[in-house]
């Protein structure tokens, strides 16, 4: 408990920029419009593939005996693709709806 005290102690800017970046996002998130929300969102979930390559980077450097990393990243694997899916899923449905009807 004492190390994750002092790592905290240690970066506290860091813990600064996370809780002030915390904070604006919410506040950006807010002041969206309702029309806008539904297609940023699914834009920003289709980014997530960055997660995707940062897990399985991480596990391609972590020991194959810690089976904790291997199993986190597996999760985040499975995590990020569902995202990434999930919004084209919502981009398609929404573009459906802008196409003229036969």
């Known amino acids: 408990m004492n190390e994750i005290i002092q790592y905290f102690a240690d970066n506290i800017e860091m813990v600064y920029i ?3 970046s915390v904070f ?4 950006v ?3 969206v419009p309702a029309v ?3 297609p940023l969102m699914s834009g920003a ?6 997660v995707i390559i940062g897990a399985i980077i ?3 450097n972590s020991d ?3 089976t904790l990393s291997m199993v986190l990243g597996f999760i985040a694997v499975i995590l990020g693709t569902l995202n990434v899916v999930g919004g084209f ?3 398609d449905r929404m573009l459906e709806m802008f196409k003229k009807k036969k």
């Open 18 to 20: 996370l809780v002030l």
């Open 24 to 27: 604006i996002g919410v506040e």
């Open 29 to 31: 998130i807010s002041n």
């Open 36 to 38: 806008l929300h539904t």
């Open 45 to 50: 979930n289709a980014i997530h593939g960055v």
């Open 58 to 60: 991480v596990m391609l």
């Open 64 to 66: 194959p005996e810690h």
């Open 89 to 91: 899923v919502v981009t």
